[in-house]
């Protein structure tokens, strides 16, 4: 279900966050708000990569494949 590529992005998104939420109630707002937005940016950049992936996987076996006459 999971790949080792999305388990490493959940796990940075989450580290992320609760580093975030550490900071925030430290008495760092700024920093923690600052912080916060990583893992929304961290998100996009995995699901960016991971459509760049799926889109090489379908052009390269399209390309790839014998057609098949009829």
């Known amino acids: 279900m999971f790949r ?13 966050f609760l580093f975030s939420l ?5 008495g760092f707002r700024e920093e923690g708000l600052y ?3 990583w ?7 995995g699901i960016y990569i991971k459509l760049l992936r799926i889109v090489h996987f379908v052009l ?4 790839h494949q014998p057609e098949k006459d009829h």
């Open 22 to 26: 550490f900071l925030w109630f430290s």
């Open 60 to 63: 390269y076996r399209n390309l």
């Open 4 to 16: 080792f590529f999305d388990i490493i992005v959940l796990l940075i998104t989450v580290v992320s």
């Open 39 to 45: 893992s929304t940016s961290i998100i996009g950049i």
């Open 35 to 37: 912080v916060g937005l």
